[in-house]
């Protein structure tokens, strides 16, 4: 069934940059994913950067897992996100941009640094966005997400950096960006916002909007993030320094709209009223 957002969360969207949304996948989906999460840790996908654990945990973390699993791949098409996603942007066009799994272990303590997302992508536009669904009941203790409000309006682009020690993710200079200023010896100088989350809920960001997340301090309970990633119509490609390159394509030139094989378009607002 189609979740419709409020008026009132995609005004919270567009002034804070997240917004939390109750209850957008039901028990079908959920199950799916959790099955195809768990296919990917026993045979992980070719773009896996998992991290080397702080604590007794494990942190698995997988990009572009759509294109693996059949599971994936329909939730990223068919659970009413794309649409959900055009409501936000307003949008006449929606593509996939990628999907992504952050698994973090009962005992992981690593922290997820703050960050924007959007100087790590080869895409340029405002209408980019990102869905995180909850697999697990998610609080302070498990590592819930923290979003800087309002900060998808700073216009600064960080430095993107890896997220720990991992062999496959290192990150050219760009000289436009700047150092992330460190927001965790400083919190109370931002307006920091986060949400305990059931599963199911979904928190929807822009890709512009800083956020981090807590190590997972529980020794009973997991902390299962799977996110997938929108374009709207706005959208060009864009291979500048500092963008992942598992993320690039021969099949596009940078000013290109993200129309292809790897970037397809997910909902059309002239297909959905046909």
Same mark, same amino acid.
């Given at each position: 069934?189609?979740?419709?957002?409020?008026? =009132?969360?995609?005004?919270?969207?567009?002034?804070?940059?997240?917004?939390?949304?109750?209850?957008?996948?039901?028990?079908?989906?959920?199950?799916? #994913?959790?099955?195809?999460?768990?296919?990917?840790?026993?045979?992980?996908?070719?773009?896996? !950067?998992?991290?080397?654990?702080?604590?007794?945990?494990?942190?698995?973390?997988?990009?572009?897992?759509? =294109?693996?699993?059949?599971?994936?791949?329909?939730?990223?098409?068919? &659970?009413?996100?794309?649409? @959900?996603?055009? =409501?936000?942007?307003?949008?006449? *066009? #929606?593509?996939?941009?990628?999907?992504?799994?952050?698994? *973090?272990?009962?005992?992981?303590?690593?922290?997820? %640094?703050? !960050?924007?997302?959007?100087?790590?992508? +080869?895409?340029?536009?405002?209408?980019?966005? &990102?869905?995180? @669904?909850?697999?697990?009941?998610?609080?302070?203790?498990?590592?819930?997400?923290?979003?800087?409000?309002?900060? !998808?309006?700073?216009?600064?682009?960080?430095?993107?950096?890896?997220?720990?020690?991992?062999?496959?993710?290192?990150? $050219? $200079?760009?000289?436009? /960006?700047? *150092?992330?200023?460190?927001?965790?010896?400083?919190?109370?100088?931002?307006?920091? #916002?986060?949400? $305990?989350?059931? +599963?199911?809920?979904?928190?929807?960001?822009?890709?512009?909007?800083?956020?981090?997340?807590?190590?997972?301090?529980?020794?009973?309970?997991?902390?299962?993030?799977?996110?997938?990633?929108?374009?709207?119509?706005?959208?060009?490609?864009?291979?500048?320094?500092?963008?992942?390159? +598992?993320?690039?394509?021969?099949?596009? %030139?940078?000013?290109?709209?993200?129309?292809?094989?790897? /970037?397809?378009? #997910?909902?059309?607002?002239?297909?959905?009223?046909?």
């Amino acid at each position: 069934m189609q979740y419709w957002a409020t008026p =009132q969360e995609i005004e919270a969207f567009a002034a804070d940059g997240a917004v939390l949304l109750r209850g957008v996948i039901g028990p079908e989906w959920l199950e799916r #994913v959790a099955a195809a999460i768990e296919r990917d840790i026993d045979n992980p996908g070719p773009f896996c !950067h998992s991290y080397e654990a702080e604590g007794e945990g494990r942190f698995h973390g997988n990009l572009r897992v759509w =294109q693996n699993d059949p599971d994936f791949r329909a939730y990223c098409f068919e &659970s009413g996100l794309p649409e @959900l996603a055009a =409501q936000f942007f307003g949008a006449a *066009k #929606v593509n996939l941009l990628y999907d992504q799994l952050f698994v *973090k272990e009962p005992g992981t303590t690593n922290r997820t %640094r703050w !960050h924007n997302d959007q100087p790590y992508w +080869p895409v340029r536009g405002w209408q980019v966005m &990102s869905f995180w @669904l909850a697999l697990d009941p998610t609080t302070a203790a498990n590592g819930r997400l923290e979003f800087v409000r309002g900060s !998808h309006r700073w216009d600064r682009w960080f430095q993107p950096e890896p997220f720990g020690r991992t062999v496959t993710r290192s990150y $050219d $200079d760009n000289p436009d /960006y700047e *150092k992330m200023p460190d927001i965790e010896a400083a919190r109370g100088d931002y307006d920091i #916002v986060a949400w $305990d989350m059931a +599963p199911g809920d979904v928190i929807a960001f822009h890709a512009m909007a800083v956020h981090g997340a807590g190590g997972n301090r529980r020794d009973d309970v997991r902390r299962r993030g799977y996110t997938v990633r929108y374009t709207g119509d706005d959208a060009r490609y864009d291979t500048r320094p500092g963008t992942a390159k +598992p993320l690039w394509t021969e099949t596009l %030139r940078d000013g290109d709209p993200m129309d292809c094989d790897l /970037y397809p378009v #997910v909902w059309q607002r002239d297909a959905a009223a046909a």
